[in-house]
């Protein structure tokens, strides 16, 4: 179908029906064909009737072209209606070109007041067409030679014999004209309810495809925002290690300086050093001890660079390989509740001189989830570098407990520096929940981070019905709790 301009639909222009060649090819001649053979009986009735036969010539002519016509009902459906009634009022045509017009005009148009007027139309005009052959002289009407007897008529010689009477064939020619009427109106309908299904399906089809780009958008928008939390995770961890290391090392250099600096102004009395209380042998031991002292902070430092090295390798493997990506981010060994796993996160922090006191009571982990494991470990290292960034210097405490009875929970909690390295740390009434709209107490001791870390930890456990609370509470503590449920 088509529209004169595609962005101002009519409202009775909407059944897309497509117009098929073979159909075009069989209702063009047979139209015209009985056209022209009513118009050629008719010829018969005037004989010498000189206005008669010219106007039974002119119906010859436009009965070989009226065919045509209904090559354009696809795009003029309206119009060729109206032509073909015309054609068949004036001349005297067949209605089977009327009926083949209402076909069309049903098919395409769904407005119910065009089909009230033009079945009418059609079903008058079929019925008074008949009418009128039938009511012709028997030589001249289609109906009487059907009912006529065999060789009768015609070129036989013998006078034409019709088996029925007038009446009969009247009520014969009003009953098919009736019934044909019935059946082109059922034809229209039905070639517009396929072609009405097809437009559905062809637009559930394109739902569906938009449906499976927006899954498809959402599903990596969902692996970016995966990434960059395991990104954190993974990264945030191993970084502020490297810098409360750096820290140390830079502390244990000004100490070696300071001792340098102080046997520097002692060396004109070392003789009297030697000989009194060895104060300068003394101070060569401290020396050589801060100096083992950053030798070891030295190698932590190579060791967390690799690992973060190593790490950072990990997230860009990720980017380059989604479907890896989401089995790596599923579940990771060294990211779950295991004692191994644990204790090397434990392990590294304590080295990093952290003070944790830990309190773990783990049952039945074969049992867990692996998700809910790897959301918990998660948990836990989050709440391990939040104290170390925001906190660092202060005792954390840490409790860990899981069992099928309780779920999962992990619960750290560190009290505020001391007032010099406090920043703006602001005290919160409370903990804050799991509907909390955000970090309700340290934004950081440099002033700058806000805790994005915590808010991808809550997305992440809000997505495993769990509850995630953190903030401060009277006496100014920071408290992160989570509560994963247990899955088997």
């Not at 229209?188 to 637009?203: E, P």
């Not at 939390?229 to 300086?257: F, I, R, V």
């Not at 440099?446 to 609370?469: F, P």
């Amino acid at each position: 179908m088509s529209n004169t301009n595609p962005n101002t639909p009519r409202e009775d222009v909407d059944v897309p029906v497509r117009t098929k060649l073979w159909c075009t090819l069989v209702m063009v001649p047979c139209a015209g064909f009985m056209c022209l053979l009513h118009d050629a009986f008719a010829n018969a009735q005037y004989g010498n009737d000189t206005l008669g036969t010219l106007w039974t010539v002119l119906g010859a002519l436009v009965a070989i072209l009226s065919g045509f016509i209904l090559v354009a009902r696809n795009e003029y459906p309206e119009p060729i209606f109206v032509l073909s009634c015309i054609l068949v009022v004036i001349l005297p045509f067949d209605s089977l070109i009327v009926l083949m017009s209402l076909t069309s005009l049903l098919a395409r148009r769904t407005d119910r007041r065009i089909a009230l007027r033009a079945i009418p139309v059609a079903a008058g005009i079929t019925v008074w067409a008949q009418l009128r052959d039938a009511r012709r002289t028997p030589d001249a009407s289609f109906w009487h030679q059907l009912f006529a007897e065999p060789h009768t008529g015609g070129d036989s010689g013998v006078p034409l014999r019709v088996l029925a009477s007038d009446t009969t064939i009247e009520i014969t020619a009003v009953t098919v004209g009736l019934i044909a009427t019935l059946i082109a109106v059922l034809a229209g309908f039905f070639i517009r309810s396929r072609a009405t299904a097809r437009a559905a399906q062809a637009k559930a089809s394109a739902a569906e495809e938009e449906a499976k780009a927006l899954h498809a958008d959402l599903s990596n928008q969902q692996l970016a925002d995966a990434i960059a939390a395991e990104a954190h995770d993974t990264l945030a961890h191993s970084l502020s290690l490297l810098a409360l290391n750096a820290s140390a090392l830079q502390a244990e250099s000004t100490k070696l300086q300071r001792s340098v600096s102080r046997l520097d102004g002692n060396d004109d009395g070392a003789a009297d050093a030697v000989d009194g209380d060895g104060g300068n042998s003394t101070d060569v031991d401290g020396i050589i001890e801060q100096s083992e002292s950053i030798r070891r902070k030295t190698e932590d430092i190579r060791k967390q660079a690799a690992g973060a090295l190593d790490e950072a390798h990990s997230v860009i493997d990720m980017l380059r390989h989604p479907d890896q990506a989401r089995i790596q981010i599923a579940y990771d060994d060294d990211a779950s509740l295991t004692r191994d796993s644990l204790d090397a996160l434990l392990t590294d922090c304590r080295s990093a001189g952290m003070q944790i006191n830990a309190w773990i009571d783990i049952q039945q982990l074969s049992r867990l989830n692996d998700r809910i494991g790897t959301i918990a470990y998660h948990a836990v290292q989050e709440g391990l570098t939040n104290a170390r960034r925001h906190a660092p210097g202060v005792p954390v405490s840490l409790e860990i407990t899981a069992n099928p009875a309780r779920g999962v929970l992990v619960h750290v909690a560190n009290p505020l520096p001391a007032v010099g390295n406090a920043g703006t740390a602001s005290a919160g009434n409370s903990t804050g929940n799991a509907e909390g709209n955000g970090r309700t107490g340290a934004a950081g001791h440099d002033g700058k981070r806000s805790g994005a870390g915590l808010a991808g930890l809550l997305a992440r456990v809000r997505k495993a019905n769990g509850t995630c609370r953190y903030g401060f509470d009277e006496r100014r503590v920071f408290h992160l709790v989570v509560q994963l449920p247990w899955v088997e």
